[in-house]
């Protein structure tokens, strides 16, 4: 597989010229508790960002093109008129503009969606990478300035004037970046050669005083975050639930990519997804409800990432979601006595579950939700007070499955309704499943 390195080196993305898409190749391996929900087409070495109705942007280096969720082609908005490698594309919260950048004659634009109309913003050599300021007046730029082997900068880009400031220098190509609500930025370092020695690269994070300081920071300025990493590629913060989302990216080519979850003070929570293509550009949308977008919860957060796969030459939008196990009754299907199975797919592997059950007039509307202290919302059937049995923990499979078989008299049918609260293989609780009726 192709692999970013050059690209980074010189603050570029690698890609070609626009192709149709095709399914994947290279499959995404979700971890338990996670599934990928949906994979969207994109032109070929083409950069994205989502909107807030579920479609999204593509620029390919020739035209910024808008998509409705389902992956069909609405219009083009914007073309250069000639091809330049593609940086990034950025859409500002309020969905007014876009933000792209093209490392082939480095230009940084803003594309107006309401007109679509482009504007030429500076020039920053070998833009790589950018994300928006908590002050809607400005973003931040990750651009390898000096050209290969003279490091990184990071600028501070006022996005009415098109001023870029000069806040920090870094070695190594260029990498992903993410700033936080109250400006904090994180930034994911980069090996500067080859081969790239492994576990040597690290998220590091500047404060919002030490950027409004005046002083051109250094590594050494930064706080260590998450360290190592093989290489960084993409980062996200969902800062309802302290997370920071980091691609660790392997730039021989040879290995996996893996999306993983940490806190914000960089303690490993899970790993979310593989694939041996190149994954990039995470973006987070916690969704309305209270969900949260962690193994085993109901559907509603979601995180969308890109695939790149150079070997087949295409590119994807992938979106993950979180898995939750489902359940199923099999037994009398009218008042009659019988055998009876309630089972649960999709559980933690190796895990435990407990079977609760209570009558179908207890059921909440919805589910009712709480915080139990296992560090997510937790959805049960029914307020818990009006759960009425409990089993004890039933052991799951390897692949996360178990069941419980019974005797159903002729007067239960239809009288209860089954939910499983499911533990991992240390027994630590994890969620809980979707819940059935026995009928």
């Known amino acids: 597989m192709m692999n970013s390195l050059l690209g980074r080196a010189l603050g570029v993305s690698l890609v070609g010229l626009a192709a149709a898409w095709s399914p994947a190749i290279a499959q995404s391996t979700a971890r338990p508790g996670y599934a990928v929900a949906s994979t969207r087409p994109a032109p070929f070495g083409s950069v994205l960002c989502s909107l807030a109705d579920g479609g ?3 620029f390919d280096g020739l035209e910024v093109a808008r998509w409705d969720a389902d992956g069909t082609q609405q219009v083009v908005l914007a073309s250069l008129g ?28 803003r594309l107006d969606l309401a007109t679509n109309v482009l504007t030429q913003l500076t020039q920053l050599n070998f833009n790589y990478a950018a994300t928006f300021d908590p002050d809607p007046s400005v973003a931040w730029i990750s651009a390898a300035l000096g050209g290969f082997g003279a490091g990184n900068d990071i600028l501070r880009l006022d996005l009415g004037s098109g001023t870029a400031v000069l806040a920090a220098h870094v070695g190594g190509p260029s990498g992903p970046l993410v700033t936080s609500s109250s400006g904090d930025l994180y930034y994911g370092t ?12 690290a998220v590091i994070r500047w404060d919002a ?9 250094s590594e050494l300025d930064a706080d260590v975050i998450v360290d190592q990493l093989d290489g960084t590629s993409g980062l996200a913060l969902d800062e309802a639930q302290q997370a920071l989302f980091v691609i660790d990216s392997d730039p021989t080519g040879g290995g996996e990519n893996v999306l993983r979850r940490y806190t914000t003070g960089g303690v490993l929570i899970d790993e979310i997804v593989s694939n041996a293509a190149y994954l990039s550009t995470i973006e987070v949308d916690a969704g309305a409800g209270p969900m949260v977008f962690a193994p085993y919860q109901p559907e509603g957060a979601v995180v969308r990432l890109a695939l790149t796969d150079y070997n087949f ?14 359940v199923a009754f099999s037994g009398p299907t009218g008042p009659t006595a019988g055998p009876a199975t309630v089972s649960v797919t999709g559980g933690p ?6 079977w609760m059950w209570t009558r179908p007039v207890y059921l909440s509307a919805g589910e009712w939700v709480g915080d139990l202290g296992w560090g997510v919302p937790t959805f049960y059937m029914a307020d818990p007070t009006w759960l009425l049995r409990q089993s004890v923990p039933f052991p799951l499979d390897a692949s996360g499955a178990a069941s419980l078989t019974y005797s159903q008299p002729a007067s239960m049918f239809a009288g209860a309704v089954f939910q499983a609260r499911l533990l991992d293989a240390s027994g630590a609780p994890v969620g809980t499943s979707a819940f059935v009726v026995n009928d």
């Open 190 to 201: 980069q090996y500067d050669g080859w081969p790239v020695p492994p576990d040597t690269q």
């Open 82 to 109: 000639a091809f330049a490698f593609p940086s990034f594309i950025r859409v500002d919260p309020t969905e007014s503009f876009a933000l792209l950048g093209e490392s082939s004659t480095s230009w940084v634009m």
């Open 349 to 354: 592997p190796q895990g435990s579950v407990v």
């Open 209 to 217: 005083a030490e950027l409004a300081s005046g002083v051109v920071l």
């Open 56 to 58: 999204y942007l593509t």
């Open 313 to 326: 030459s295409f590119t994807e939008r992938v979106e993950l979601r979180p898995a939750r196990p489902a």
